[in-house]
Structure formats: C-alpha cells, structure tokens
C-alpha cells in the first residue's frame, strides 16, 4: 500500500479550537456532546501546532495497563520537564522545591535544566522512632521475592507474596495497603492467591477471615467505591486490605492517615513499562541532552514511586506505621540509597534481606511499642518547638546539625 505524505503549516492549526468555539456560538448548538470527538480533534490541533521544543507526537499501539491487547492512542508527549518549571523560575528571583520524596537530590537540577543555590535534605524528628521500614527478600521457604520479569510469575514468588499478606492482615490492626508495579502483575497475583493450594480455601479467603479486601481497578468509579469502603471497614474496627498499583490515583493523591494505613507493602520495584514509545522517546531526550543514562532515570522513576507509596503509612507528628519493600533487589545499596534521607534514618541494617517470618516478628514488637502512650511533654523539643525552644541556641544548633546540605 502506497502513503502519499502530507504537509500542513502549523499557524493555521493553532487556531482551530478558537474556531471551533466561535462556530459553535454562532450555530447556537445547545448539545455539544455529539461533536465531542471534533472538540477533541480540534484541541489537539491547536496543542501540536503550540508546542514544538521538548514536545513530540507520538503513536503508542498499546495501553501501559494492558500492554498485551492493540489500542494504537496518538498522544502529544511532552519529553522536557523544565517547560513547566522555566515560567516560574523567570517570574520569581527565589524558589523552593520541597516534598518528602524528591531523592535523589541531585537528579532534579539535571531534570528541570537549573542551577540550584542550595540542596539539602533534612531527617524526621519525631519523639520515637514512628516508622518501621523493612526489607523482605525471601519468605518462610527460604525462596526469593521478586517481580523481576523472569521470576515474577513464579508460582512460589506469587505463594510467598500472598502469605506474607496473610500473615500481616492477621498480626497488623485496622489498615493494609500494598502496592504491585502494575494492574497485570496485581490481577495475576490476586489470582494465584484465590487459587492457591497452601491454604484449603486459598489465600484470599484466609486473608477476609481476617480483613475485608479492596482492589483498585482502572475505572475511576469503581475506585472511588473500594475506597470508601475500605474507609467504612478501619473506621468500624473490621480492618481492610487495599490492593493497588504504584502510579495510580491511590498511590499519588490519597492520604491513609492513622488508622487507615498502619502497614504499606511495596511488592515489587515499580519499574515503568519499559516497551512503552513515550519512554524510550524520553530516555533518548534525556541522554541527548542532559547526559542522564536510562539506567539511572529508570531506577530514579521507580524508586522514587516506591516512596510515594511507602509515604502514604505516615501522615502527621502523631502518626506511625509499617512500610515494608518486599523484593530481593532492595537489599542492593544503589537502591536503598535512592530511598528518602528519612526512611534510610530508620532502615536499620538487621531489618535488611529478612524473610517473611523474621518481618513479623519485628513488626509485631514495633506495633506493641506503638500502644504504648506517648506524652505530649516528651515531643516538646523534639518534633514539636516553642518560641522558648526557637530561641535556644542549643537547640537550634541540634536541628541544624539533623539537616544534610548538598
């Protein structure tokens, strides 16, 4: 079959959302839902015609949820992320970048094309150790988890995964969130578990004895539900277990504050989906012009999504919770070492390359120091300062000496 390639000048492009809209004033046309998908044409038109510099088009023939099954989407990508922060950098003299989870620091300024005055990051101060990170890479078989391609769907990976989940949902209170690398990863595992041999009613009944379970699904609707649900069982003492994927609507804009999250589980590294055309445009934009390899953006990406999710256990100055990295590969130190400042403070050698047996046994001594009252007199100082403590110079020199500057 022969294409005949066809040119069209961008200028006359940029104006067609404008003119779609003065048409529509014009017709007086009451129900626009009709021409919705033109609305939509038009719109796009006018973006590709705006945007050219850090931008490109792009045909991706899949869906990054279902990477099996032909969708071709025709999407304008934007590859520089500096566009967006360029505006605000040249409208104001000074700005600060802060959030729990920009690490490693010294990624950003290569990312966003700016020199920075200053980086520093700073610990948790809180009156008790209220975190409790931990690093499983094995179960009670002595078998190694992972989601590495070769191994994730192994029946004794996916055996071990839905056991540690059991054995939590049994030991932990309230709220259990865990987190899969993707919406596949997680149907094929709440499918081993509903299937599963180990337990005479398979591991997902064995979990509901204990909590209810709510799964996350790609529509919006259905998630917005499982959600509420799973706030109605923690606030009635039933306790719930949320199944849900890292990058999703869970893992980026909700807060699991107390009750409702006392354990996170990561399993998995949340590698982005590596076939995907956008990425590799985006690899190639970032090795071309900023000199940042794939290998290093890739585990940046993933590891920095791991620790939106792990933040989601603590929430507040009061708050305390279980996160646990369940796969081998966090135990390496070129991934721990890209986790945040403050859950390193609290990664302590001996809650490294655990199996899922010794995880419990820490996480149970953890939750029962937990109940243990916590007075508001011994934070004073600590996580909580007056203006007596502002103004004390031996405690100033204390907090200043918790920040690491860069």
């Not at 006359?12 to 939509?40: A, G, K």
């Not at 306790?239 to 107390?258: C, H, P």
Request: hydrophobic content about 40%; overall charge neutral.
């Amino acid at each position: 079959m022969d294409f005949m390639k066809v040119c069209i000048e961008k200028k006359p492009l940029q104006f067609c959302s404008t003119r779609l809209s003065s048409m529509i004033e014009t017709l007086e046309l009451q129900d626009v839902h009709n021409i919705s998908p033109l609305v939509n044409v038009c719109h796009f038109a006018t973006m590709v015609s705006s945007y050219s510099d850090g931008f490109l088009v792009i045909i991706e023939p899949f869906d990054d949820r279902t990477p099996t099954i032909s969708a071709p989407i025709l999407t304008l990508t934007c590859l520089d992320a500096s566009v967006a922060l360029k505006p605000v950098l040249n409208a104001y003299p000074s700005v600060v970048i802060t959030s729990g989870t920009l690490s490693p620091l010294d990624m950003y300024p290569k990312m966003l094309d700016f020199t920075p005055v200053t980086m520093a990051s700073f610990t948790m101060t809180l009156a008790r150790s209220s975190i409790c990170p931990l690093i499983v890479s094995r179960g009670s078989d002595q078998v190694a988890v992972t989601t590495r391609f070769e191994q994730r769907e192994d029946p004794a990976v996916l055996r071990n995964y839905g056991a540690l989940l059991c054995e939590l949902a049994a030991s932990v209170p309230d709220g259990i969130v865990g987190f899969f690398p993707s919406y596949t990863y997680m149907e094929t595992a709440v499918a081993a578990c509903q299937n599963s041999a180990s337990f005479t009613q398979g591991l997902l009944d064995a979990i509901q004895r204990h909590k209810l379970v709510f799964i996350e699904t790609t529509d919006g609707t259905e998630t917005a539900t499982a959600l509420a649900n799973y706030h109605l069982a923690c606030e009635t003492g039933r306790g719930a277990v949320l199944l849900s994927v890292a990058r999703g609507k869970v893992s980026e804009g909700i807060d699991f504050t107390d009750h409702l999250g006392r354990c996170v589980v990561m399993f998995g590294i949340p590698y982005v989906y590596t076939q995907s055309r956008i990425l590799k445009a985006r690899l190639q934009f970032l090795r071309e012009n900023y000199g940042i390899r794939e290998s290093d953006f890739l585990t940046f990406d993933a590891m920095r999504h791991a620790a939106q999710c792990l933040g989601r256990a603590l929430r507040g100055k009061t708050d305390y919770g279980i996160m646990i990295l369940a796969d081998k590969r966090y135990c390496r130190s070129d991934k721990r070492d890209k986790l945040p400042k403050w859950i390193q403070a609290h990664l302590l050698k001996s809650a490294v390359n655990l199996s899922t047996d010794e995880a419990l046994m820490i996480s149970r001594k953890f939750l029962h120091n937990m109940a243990q009252k916590c007075p508001h007199e011994d934070q004073l100082g600590l996580s909580l300062l007056t203006r007596e403590h502002l103004d004390n110079e031996t405690i100033m020199k204390r907090v200043e000496q918790s920040v690491s500057v860069h």
